[in-house]
C-alpha cells in the first residue's frame, strides 16, 4: 500500500471518464478497469466513486442503465454521452499539456552552482 | 432541450426522493456484493467478504448524502428540505420564535414606519420632470431674507439670463370659491402662463395659461386642481368651459391638472397673472414688492453654482440701474426638492436615527439568541456532522433557519409599520411637506426585508460560524448544557452592553422631549384660550370698500353677540399663534431719526374693539379701542408691552407717534399698551406687535373670536349661521376651539416626543429581554455548579447577589457608554428642545435611573429561580 498514490483533486473524473471510455461499466467495474489502467498504483476510496459518478451523470457526460452483471448481479450500467466524449478529449489534451509542463519546470537543473 | 432535460431532470428529483435514495442504496449494494465475490473468491466465507467488502467502501452515510447533493445540485431540493426542517426547528422551540421573531418585527417595523415618511418626504424625487434642474430663486438683502422677486425684477431676470429655459411666478392666496355647490375656502395661487411648462407638467384635460394670460385684459380663465375636480365636479370632464367664481371674479374653467400636482403649496385653483388690475399695476410698477415667488429650470449644461453667480451678477447690474430700490439685493438658489423638504429633514433624519437605534438593540438581542441557540445546539451539529453531513451543509441549514427568522420578522414589522401608518400620518404635524403622499409602498416593504435579511443573515451566521469551531469530540463527549460552555461570553457581554447603551440614549432623548414639552404646556400665551371658537372669513372683492367690511364685520359680531351661551365676539385680521407666514412691516417712529438701513419693524394686527376683552388680553396702560376709532386719515394705535420696550425704552408709550408709509403718512398716536401674546410660537419671544382698528383700516381676512360659556366646540355651528345670515356666499373656513390652536403650536414637539418615547419604551424592553436572556441561559448552564454549592452549604441570598450582579455589571458600564453617547447625540435635537440643556443632568440621571430599574428586574426574575434550586436535581441533571 505504501507505493499508493493519493489522487489530485478532480483526476478522479478524468479516470472515470477514461476507463468508461472503453465501453459501458459498473461501479464496482470502473473502479476495476482504472486499477487495470493504472497500474493499481492509484488509492481510491471506493465508496468516493459514487458521488463522482452522481456528478458526472448530473453534468451529462456520463448516462446509466441498470442491467445484469458478468456475476449475474443487478448493477447500475454507465457509458459516455457524445458530450462526456468530448470533454474525455479535451481533458486528457489538457492534462497532457500540464503534466508536460510541469516535468519540464521539475526537470531544469538549478543555474547556480 | 438541453435546458428542457435539465428542469425535467430537476423536477424529478425533488418528487422522488425516496426513490433516489433506494437507487443509491441498490448501487452501493451491488457494489458490495461484486466486491464481495471477488474476496470470496480468495477463500473466504461469504459473511466474512462481505463484512470485509463492507468495510472497503468506507464512509458510506457520508458517500450517501454527496451523492444526494450532487444530485440535487444547489437548488429547490435542498432548499425545500431545510426550510421544512427550519419550519420545524422554529415550531420545536415557539418561546424563542416568538421572542426572535417579535424583536426583530419591533426593530423592523419602527424603521420601516419612518423610512416611509423619510421616503415620501424626501427621499422620493418631486412629481415633475426632471425635477433635479428645477431651483427656487429667493431675494435677500442684509433686513431681509427669502423674498420673492419683484414684478420688474423678474421680467429682467427673464430678459437678461443665460441659465435657465424657463423661469416662471406665482404667488398664493387663500380664496373663497362659489360654485353650484355654494360656497367654500380653497388655496389659489397666481400663476404665470409658463408655470406648467418649467415644471414639464402638462395638463390632464384641456389647455394651460396662454402667455397672452399674463397681461393685462387677459382672459378670466382658471386651471383647477384634479382633487378640486373629483370633489366639486365629480370628475366630469365636461367641466371644461364651466364657470366658477373665486373671491367674487367670474371664471371659465379651462384645464385641469393630474393627480397629485402641488405647486407652489396644496392649491386648488390657478389664476392667469394678468388677474387683479389694480394688483397687477402695482406689481408692475413697483420694485419694492417682493412678492413674485420664482422657480426656474436650468438649462441643460448649466450648474447650480454657475448660475448662482450669473444671478449675483444680474442683480448687481440691477442695483446699478435702479439704485434706489435695488441696493444690496441679492439672489439666493435653493433647489426645488430641499426648498420643499425645508427643516423637515432634521426632525426625520433624528427619528431616522431613533429608530436606527431599536433595530440596533434588536438587532443585538437577536445575535445573543442565535449565539446561545447556536451552542445549545452544538450537539445536535456534531451529530450531523460525524454521520456524515457536510460543514456547507450544515452552515447552510443555519442560514436557511435565520432567513426563516428575518422572513418572519419582516412580514411581522411590515404589518406593525402598516398597522401603525394611519396613527403616525395622523400625528404628523401640517407643516411636513408631501404629507398626503406617505403610504406604506414597494419601496418601504422592500427595505423592510432588506433590512430583515441583512439582520438575520449577519446575525444567522455569525454564530454558525462560531459553531463550526466547536470540537466535534468534547461536543459529542459532554453532551448536554456542558458543550454549551463556551457560547463565546465576551461577545455576548459586549451585546448586552450595546443594547443598554443605545435604550439609554434613546429614554435619554425621550425624556428631554418630555420635560420640554411639559414646560412648554406651561408657558401663559398672553390670553385666555379656554371656552373661545374661532372661524376666519376672506372678503369676496365685492366687498370693495372700507364701509362694506366694516358693515359686514359689526353684523355678525352684533348677531354673534345676542346668540345665548355667547359671552363676547370680537373680529381681528390674525389670530396669535396662528400657523400662518407672519410679516413684519417697517414703521417710522416720529421722534427717532431714521436709519435706512435699520428701519424699525412690528406685526400688524387689526382688531375691533371688542377683541382685546374677548381674548381676555390685559389692558397695561391707557385705553383700547372704540367703535368710533377708525379711519385711514387719522386714528390711534394700541401696542404691545414689547413695541413699547422697544420703540420707547423707559419712557411713556403713551401719546408716542408712528407712522405706517404703507398706509399713507397719517401720523398715529398710541393710546394703549396692551400685554405680550404669544405670535409664532409658544417657545419664542415676543415681538414688538402694534393693534390698528380694523373699523379702520380692514383687512383682507377676518377671524371671528367667540368666547363662549362652556364647551365651544358646540357653537361651530353658531358661527357658520350668524355669517351666512349676513352674507351667504362667504365660506367660514378653519373654525376650531382657540385652545386646539394654542395646542397645534406645539404638535411639532408632541410628535418626536410620541414617536420617540415609543422608541424608548420599546428600547427598554428589548435591552431588559436581552439582560434577563443571557442571565437566565447563565442560570441554567450553571444549574450543576449551583447545585454543588448549594449543597456545600452556600446561602441562596449570596448566589442571588451574585448572578444578578453579573448582569448589573454589565448595565452598569452600558448606562455609562450610553451617558457618554447621550452627551454626543442629544445636541442633535436641540432643536427641539424648550427650557431644558441637552445635557441636563437630572435627564440625565432619571433616565439612568429608569433604565437601573428595569434591568434590575430583568436580572432579578433568573437569579431567583437559580436561589431555589434543589441541589438534589441539580446534581442529577445530567
Redesign the interface.
Known amino acids: 500500500m505504501a507505493d499508493h498514490v493519493q489522487l489530485l483533486p478532480g483526476t478522479l473524473d478524468l479516470l472515470i471518464l477514461r476507463a468508461v471510455s472503453l465501453g459501458p461499466l459498473?461501479?464496482?467495474?470502473i473502479l476495476l478497469r482504472i486499477g487495470q489502467i493504472s497500474c493499481n498504483c492509484l488509492l481510491i476510496?471506493?465508496?468516493?466513486l459514487?458521488?463522482g459518478l452522481?456528478?458526472l451523470v448530473?453534468q451529462?457526460l456520463l448516462k446509466a442503465r441498470w442491467g445484469t452483471?458478468e456475476?449475474n448481479?443487478?448493477?447500475?450500467f454507465y457509458e459516455l454521452t457524445a458530450t462526456g466524449r468530448k470533454r474525455l478529449r479535451e481533458e486528457t489534451a489538457n492534462w497532457n499539456r500540464l503534466a508536460t509542463a510541469i516535468g519540464a519546470a521539475l526537470a531544469t537543473q538549478p543555474e547556480e552552482a | 432541450m438541453?435546458l428542457l432535460d435539465s428542469l425535467r431532470f430537476r423536477i424529478s428529483t425533488i418528487f422522488s426522493r425516496s426513490q433516489m435514495n433506494a437507487?443509491?442504496d441498490?448501487?452501493?449494494h451491488?457494489?458490495i456484493?461484486?466486491?464481495a465475490?471477488d474476496i470470496e473468491r480468495t477463500g473466504l466465507h461469504r459473511a466474512e467478504a462481505e463484512r470485509r467488502a463492507n468495510l472497503?467502501?468506507?464512509?458510506?452515510e457520508?458517500?450517501?448524502e454527496?451523492?444526494r447533493?450532487?444530485?440535487s445540485?444547489n437548488s429547490i431540493e435542498i432548499l425545500t428540505q431545510d426550510m421544512r426542517f427550519a419550519v420545524r426547528m422554529l415550531c420545536k422551540s415557539p418561546a424563542f420564535t416568538a421572542i426572535a421573531v417579535l424583536t426583530l418585527a419591533l426593530g423592523i417595523g419602527a424603521n420601516t414606519a419612518i423610512f416611509s415618511i423619510v421616503n415620501c418626504v424626501i427621499l422620493r424625487p418631486l412629481s415633475f420632470r426632471d425635477p433635479g434642474r428645477l431651483v427656487r430663486l429667493y431675494m435677500y438683502n442684509k433686513q431681509f431674507d427669502n423674498l420673492g422677486a419683484t414684478f420688474p425684477d423678474l421680467l429682467d431676470w427673464r430678459a437678461r439670463n443665460r441659465s435657465f429655459e424657463g423661469l416662471a411666478a406665482t404667488w398664493e392666496n387663500d380664496s373663497n370659491l362659489f360654485d353650484q355647490n355654494g360656497p367654500t375656502k380653497i388655496r389659489s395661487a397666481v400663476a404665470s402662463a409658463n408655470l406648467f411648462a418649467v415644471l414639464g407638467v402638462p395638463p390632464l384635460l384641456g389647455r394651460a395659461f396662454l402667455p397672452a394670460e399674463d397681461r393685462l385684459g387677459y382672459e378670466h380663465a382658471v386651471m383647477i386642481s384634479y382633487g378640486l375636480w373629483q370633489t366639486r365636479h365629480g370628475g366630469d370632464s365636461t367641466v371644461l368651459g364651466k364657470a366658477i367664481t373665486v373671491d367674487g371674479t367670474s371664471y371659465a374653467v379651462i384645464g385641469v391638472l393630474p393627480r397629485g400636482f402641488q405647486y407652489p403649496g396644496k392649491t386648488d385653483v390657478w389664476l392667469p397673472m394678468g388677474l387683479g388690475e389694480e394688483a397687477l399695476i402695482r406689481f408692475h410698477d413697483n420694485r419694492r414688492i417682493h412678492a413674485m415667488e420664482t422657480v426656474g429650470r436650468l438649462l441643460p449644461g448649466t450648474t447650480f453654482d454657475r448660475t448662482s453667480l450669473d444671478m449675483n451678477v444680474l442683480a448687481e447690474q440691477l442695483a446699478r440701474e435702479y439704485p434706489a430700490s435695488n441696493t444690496g439685493w441679492k439672489v439666493r438658489l435653493v433647489s426645488l426638492g430641499e426648498d420643499t423638504v425645508g427643516t423637515s429633514r432634521k426632525g426625520l433624519l433624528i427619528l431616522m436615527g431613533a429608530a436606527g437605534f431599536v433595530l440596533l438593540i434588536a438587532c443585538a438581542n437577536l445575535a445573543s439568541l442565535l449565539l446561545v441557540r447556536g451552542s445549545v445546539r452544538a450537539k445536535e451539529f456534531a451529530i450531523r456532522a460525524s454521520l456524515g453531513g457536510s460543514r456547507t451543509r450544515l452552515l447552510r441549514q443555519i442560514v436557511t433557519e435565520s432567513a426563516l427568522l428575518g422572513l418572519l420578522g419582516g412580514a411581522t414589522g411590515a404589518m406593525l409599520a402598516f398597522a401603525s401608518q394611519a396613527a403616525i400620518v395622523a400625528m404628523i404635524p401640517k407643516d411636513l411637506p408631501r404629507i398626503d403622499e406617505i403610504r406604506l409602498d414597494a419601496h418601504a416593504l422592500l427595505f423592510a426585508f432588506a433590512l430583515a435579511l441583512a439582520t438575520s443573515a449577519v446575525f444567522g451566521i455569525g454564530p454558525a460560524l462560531q459553531n463550526k469551531r466547536v470540537n466535534l469530540q468534547s461536543a459529542l463527549k459532554t453532551g448536554g448544557w456542558q458543550a454549551v460552555g463556551n457560547s463565546n461570553p465576551a461577545l455576548r457581554k459586549v451585546l448586552v452592553i450595546t443594547e443598554v447603551a443605545c435604550a439609554l440614549i434613546l429614554v435619554i432623548g425621550a425624556t428631554l422631549l418630555a420635560e420640554s414639552l411639559f414646560r412648554l404646556m406651561r408657558v401663559q400665551p398672553g390670553f385666555n384660550s379656554l371656552d373661545v371658537i374661532t372661524g376666519t372669513i376672506g372678503y369676496p372683492d365685492s366687498y370693495a370698500t372700507q364701509e362694506q367690511k366694516t358693515v359686514f364685520a359689526k353684523r355678525v359680531i352684533s348677531n354673534l353677540t345676542e346668540m345665548p351661551g355667547v359671552l363676547d365676539a370680537a373680529g381681528t385680521s390674525l389670530l396669535p399663534l396662528y400657523n400662518f407666514k407672519r410679516q413684519f412691516s417697517p414703521i417710522q417712529i416720529v421722534g427717532h431719526p431714521s436709519d435706512p438701513h435699520h428701519e424699525p419693524e412690528s406685526e400688524i394686527t387689526t382688531v375691533t374693539p371688542e377683541f382685546f376683552r374677548s381674548m381676555q388680553i390685559p389692558l397695561i396702560a391707557g385705553r383700547t379701542f372704540t367703535e368710533v376709532d377708525g379711519g385711514l386719515d387719522s386714528g390711534p394705535i394700541v401696542v404691545n408691552e414689547a413695541a413699547a420696550r422697544r420703540f420707547w425704552p423707559n419712557q411713556n408709550p403713551l401719546g408716542r407717534q408712528v407712522r405706517f408709509e404703507w398706509i399713507g403718512t397719517v401720523v398715529r398716536e398710541v393710546i394703549g399698551v396692551v400685554g405680550d401674546t404669544k405670535q409664532t410660537s409658544l417657545a419664542t419671544q415676543s415681538e414688538p406687535e402694534i393693534y390698528l382698528p380694523f373699523y379702520g383700516i380692514a383687512s383682507p381676512y377676518l377671524t371671528f373670536v367667540v368666547r363662549t360659556n362652556a364647551n365651544p366646540a358646540a357653537f361651530a355651528n353658531v358661527l357658520d349661521d350668524q355669517v351666512h345670515k349676513v352674507d351667504g356666499t362667504i365660506p367660514v373656513y378653519d373654525v376650531q376651539t382657540l385652545e386646539r390652536l394654542t395646542a397645534e403650536s406645539f404638535a411639532p414637539n408632541r410628535f418626536y416626543l410620541r414617536l420617540i418615547s415609543a422608541f424608548g419604551m420599546m428600547a427598554l424592553g428589548l435591552a431588559a429581554i436581552g439582560v434577563y436572556g443571557l442571565i437566565s441561559f447563565n442560570v441554567v448552564q450553571r444549574t450543576h455548579e449551583l447545585g454543588v454549592r448549594l449543597a456545600l452549604g452556600a446561602l441562596p441570598g449570596g448566589l442571588l447577589r451574585q448572578i444578578a450582579w453579573e448582569g448589573m455589571r454589565l448595565t452598569l458600564v452600558g448606562l455609562v457608554v450610553g451617558v457618554a453617547c447621550a452627551l454626543v447625540l442629544t445636541r442633535f435635537i436641540s432643536g427641539l428642545l424648550y427650557g431644558i440643556a441637552p445635557a441636563d443632568p437630572m435627564t440625565l440621571i432619571g433616565a439612568s435611573g429608569l433604565l437601573l430599574l428595569s434591568e434590575m428586574a430583568a436580572c432579578y426574575i433568573p437569579a431567583r429561580r437559580a436561589m431555589r434550586v434543589d441541589p438534589m436535581v441539580a446534581l442529577r441533571y445530567e
Open positions: 459498473h461501479g464496482y467495474g476510496e471506493q465508496g468516493a459514487y458521488p452522481f456528478r448530473r451529462g452483471s456475476n448481479r443487478r448493477a447500475k | 438541453k437507487q443509491i441498490d448501487e452501493i451491488s457494489h456484493q461484486h466486491r465475490d472497503e467502501f468506507g464512509r458510506r457520508r458517500f450517501k454527496e451523492c447533493e450532487t444530485f445540485g
